[in-house]
């Protein structure tokens, strides 16, 4: 229905969804302008950091695709709406998923896409079964991460209405952390998005085979392939929140 | 029956008014109304708490974000740009702290304006007598003053603990020199910020779907500002061209006053230039105003 809705205006629709592009394209201006002062970043060099970009932007383009509706959830629950969705004989999540399907939210999914593609072309990767089995792995789990944020963020906003903003600065700033090498950052951040909000588990770590780099963080060798491990993880959790959140929401009655 | 509200408005150009001292009546009892206007959309602001705290908590994140690249690009390239490593650190986190002020990603008045033309409310804003352009530019400084005091403060206090930035120095003299230029400069960039966002509203009389003009508007404030990078980095033509846009007054120009990076000659030319672009687009401002109240249609019921 919301797909029918958007392209009634076909229009505007190509006018949102390129300049969607074009705004998470500014990230990679931006990392563009850096590599024309240095041939590398934290020891990554430009087709590496667009690898990261445009793994993070995949995944978080992605996962704003299926579940991104939700970060709408403070308004619906001020302003009443979301006690409609409830009564109705269906599951919450995926009704308001689904609310304002906005398909224009796949620029970035295309732009990014676009980047990832030029660096695969730029990087000397030996192909081989496993690397590109991590790198679909990668896709998957990673957009499964970003959706639990999502979720988790939208249980959270039950009881703070208000705080959208806290999660976009998981999201969107943690799809913004991503776009650079782990190196750069300090190690109690590192340590923060590999055991505090597993984002390391997106795109760093499997980078780190695929690309065949050495692992300057000093985590066990194995947490390169855990992704789904974490991915499922923390969907239940992510899931379990939600339950919770649902549970002992009270309406306000308007 | 339909009818233009430009016919129903006074004619624009006021007779010379032969009592002065009316004329400083009006003028005090204008002023008071506009102090009035940008006082309530400070406090109406102030009233979303949990929004503001939401809101500094991500200026702060990004700010860390963006120091650590930043950092490890002047590690390698100290000077770069013509900033020293702690000069560019505080470029991020006040950067972050004008953010919301100058509204560079847009926002603020231009919600309420853009709202108001898709209801059709305001033609009863239309039909008002207050002038459109300072009612609104009013209530966007009210809410500008109120980030700069809520956005603005914390994320710079958070970066000055955890990085070595750098505030303004000198003699006394000096810095409160430099502090006003910064605030006056900053005002001006608020000024020219909100003109761009009002005329980028405007565009919905003609477009009726002004999202797309918005995201044009998102882009070149983001860019050409200075806000993601300084505009001294960009490839030499991009960046003189950059620099004489009106976008450099937004974040730019006031960075660069507050790290005495502009001094003398240059701090004057700066400022000047941005007051340039102020009259150039208050100006333009009242042309746009004026053709898109004459193509207002009320239906009358």
């Given at each position: 229905?919301?797909?029918?809705?958007?392209?009634?205006?076909?229009?505007?629709?190509?006018?949102?969804?390129?300049?969607?592009?074009?705004?998470?394209?500014?990230?990679?201006?931006?990392?563009?302008?850096?590599?024309?002062?240095?041939?590398?970043?934290?020891?990554?060099?430009?087709?590496?950091?667009?690898?990261?970009?445009?793994?993070?932007?995949?995944?978080?383009?992605?996962?704003?695709?299926?579940?991104?509706?939700?970060?709408?959830?403070?308004?619906?629950?001020?302003?009443g709406s979301v006690d409609v969705v409830l009564v109705r004989p269906a599951a919450a999540l995926a009704q308001l998923g689904a609310d304002r399907f906005a398909l224009r939210r796949a620029g970035r999914v295309v732009q990014s896409g676009l980047i990832l593609g030029w660096a695969l072309s730029r990087l000397p990767i030996d192909w081989t079964a496993g690397r590109l089995l991590v790198l679909l792995v990668l896709v998957v789990?990673?957009?499964?991460?970003?959706?639990?944020?999502?979720?988790?963020?939208?249980?959270?906003?039950?009881?703070?209405?208000?705080?959208?903003?806290?999660?976009?600065?998981?999201?969107?700033?943690?799809?913004?952390?991503?776009?650079?090498?782990?190196?750069?950052?300090?190690?109690?951040?590192?340590?923060?998005?590999?055991?505090?909000?597993?984002?390391?588990?997106?795109?760093?770590?499997?980078?780190?085979?695929?690309?065949?780099?050495?692992?300057?963080?000093?985590?066990?060798?194995?947490?390169?392939?855990?992704?789904?491990?974490?991915?499922?993880?923390?969907?239940?959790?992510?899931?379990?929140?939600?339950?919770?959140?649902?549970?002992?929401?009270?309406?306000?009655?308007? | 029956?339909?009818?233009?509200?430009?016919?129903?408005?006074?004619?624009?150009?006021?007779?010379?008014?032969?009592?002065?001292?009316?004329?400083?009546?009006?003028?005090?009892?204008?002023?008071?109304?506009?102090?009035?206007?940008?006082?309530?959309?400070?406090?109406?602001?102030?009233?979303?708490?949990?929004?503001?705290?939401?809101?500094?908590?991500?200026?702060?994140?990004?700010?860390?974000?963006?120091?650590?690249?930043?950092?490890?690009?002047?590690?390698?390239?100290?000077?770069?740009?013509?900033?020293?490593?702690?000069?560019?650190?505080?470029?991020?986190?006040?950067?972050?702290?004008?953010?919301?002020?100058?509204?560079?990603?847009?926002?603020?008045?231009?919600?309420?304006?853009?709202?108001?033309?898709?209801?059709?409310?305001?033609?009863?804003?239309?039909?008002?007598?207050?002038?459109?352009?300072?009612?609104?530019?009013?209530?966007?400084?009210?809410?500008?003053?109120?980030?700069?005091?809520?956005?603005?403060?914390?994320?710079?206090?958070?970066?000055?603990?955890?990085?070595?930035?750098?505030?303004?120095?000198?003699?006394?003299?000096?810095?409160?020199?430099?502090?006003?230029?910064?605030?006056?400069?900053?005002?001006?960039?608020?000024?020219?910020?909100?003109?761009?966002?009002?005329?980028?509203a405007l565009t919905g009389f003609w477009l009726l779907d002004p999202r797309g003009m918005r995201q044009v508007a998102l882009v070149l404030g983001m860019f050409c500002s200075g806000f993601l990078l300084p505009l001294t980095l960009f490839p030499s033509g991009l960046a003189t061209l950059f620099q004489r846009l009106p976008w450099a007054g937004m974040v730019q120009i006031p960075e660069d006053v507050f790290l005495q990076r502009?001094?003398?000659?240059?701090?004057?030319?700066?400022?000047?230039?941005?007051?340039?672009?102020?009259?150039?687009?208050?100006?333009?401002?009242?042309?746009?105003?004026?053709?898109?109240?004459?193509?207002?249609?009320?239906?009358?019921?």
């Amino acid at each position: 229905m919301w797909l029918r809705a958007s392209m009634a205006y076909r229009t505007s629709f190509w006018i949102t969804a390129v300049g969607n592009a074009v705004t998470s394209a500014l990230d990679f201006v931006v990392i563009a302008i850096m590599f024309l002062h240095t041939t590398a970043l934290g020891g990554w060099t430009l087709p590496q950091v667009a690898f990261l970009y445009g793994t993070s932007g995949l995944t978080l383009g992605l996962a704003d695709l299926l579940v991104g509706s939700l970060d709408q959830l403070g308004q619906r629950v001020r302003d009443g709406s979301v006690d409609v969705v409830l009564v109705r004989p269906a599951a919450a999540l995926a009704q308001l998923g689904a609310d304002r399907f906005a398909l224009r939210r796949a620029g970035r999914v295309v732009q990014s896409g676009l980047i990832l593609g030029w660096a695969l072309s730029r990087l000397p990767i030996d192909w081989t079964a496993g690397r590109l089995l991590v790198l679909l792995v990668l896709v998957v789990c990673g957009t499964v991460i970003f959706g639990s944020v999502f979720v988790a963020g939208a249980a959270f906003q039950f009881f703070a209405t208000d705080a959208a903003e806290v999660q976009n600065s998981v999201t969107y700033g943690g799809a913004t952390m991503l776009q650079y090498p782990p190196t750069i950052y300090a190690r109690d951040l590192v340590r923060g998005v590999v055991f505090g909000v597993p984002l390391a588990f997106v795109n760093w770590l499997p980078a780190l085979y695929v690309l065949g780099l050495p692992d300057t963080l000093g985590l066990p060798g194995w947490f390169r392939f855990a992704s789904p491990l974490v991915a499922l993880a923390f969907a239940t959790a992510a899931g379990l929140l939600w339950r919770a959140a649902l549970r002992s929401y009270r309406s306000t009655g308007s | 029956m339909s009818r233009t509200v430009a016919e129903a408005r006074p004619p624009d150009p006021e007779p010379p008014d032969p009592d002065p001292g009316r004329r400083r009546h009006e003028l005090r009892s204008a002023s008071r109304l506009y102090t009035a206007v940008a006082r309530g959309s400070f406090r109406r602001y102030a009233t979303y708490r949990a929004a503001t705290w939401a809101g500094t908590f991500t200026n702060t994140v990004f700010g860390f974000f963006i120091a650590y690249t930043y950092r490890a690009l002047w590690e390698i390239r100290p000077h770069l740009g013509g900033y020293d490593l702690s000069a560019a650190l505080t470029y991020v986190w006040l950067g972050q702290a004008l953010l919301m002020p100058v509204a560079a990603m847009g926002g603020g008045v231009q919600d309420d304006l853009e709202a108001r033309i898709v209801s059709g409310d305001i033609a009863v804003d239309l039909y008002r007598p207050v002038d459109q352009q300072g009612w609104w530019l009013a209530s966007d400084l009210g809410r500008a003053a109120y980030h700069l005091l809520s956005r603005g403060v914390l994320p710079l206090l958070v970066g000055g603990l955890c990085f070595h930035l750098r505030m303004p120095s000198g003699g006394l003299a000096e810095e409160v020199l430099t502090w006003s230029c910064f605030l006056l400069s900053l005002l001006l960039g608020i000024t020219v910020s909100f003109m761009i966002r009002y005329m980028t509203a405007l565009t919905g009389f003609w477009l009726l779907d002004p999202r797309g003009m918005r995201q044009v508007a998102l882009v070149l404030g983001m860019f050409c500002s200075g806000f993601l990078l300084p505009l001294t980095l960009f490839p030499s033509g991009l960046a003189t061209l950059f620099q004489r846009l009106p976008w450099a007054g937004m974040v730019q120009i006031p960075e660069d006053v507050f790290l005495q990076r502009r001094t003398g000659g240059s701090l004057l030319s700066g400022l000047a230039l941005q007051l340039a672009w102020v009259l150039v687009l208050v100006l333009a401002g009242r042309l746009v105003q004026r053709a898109a109240a004459a193509k207002v249609v009320v239906q009358g019921g």
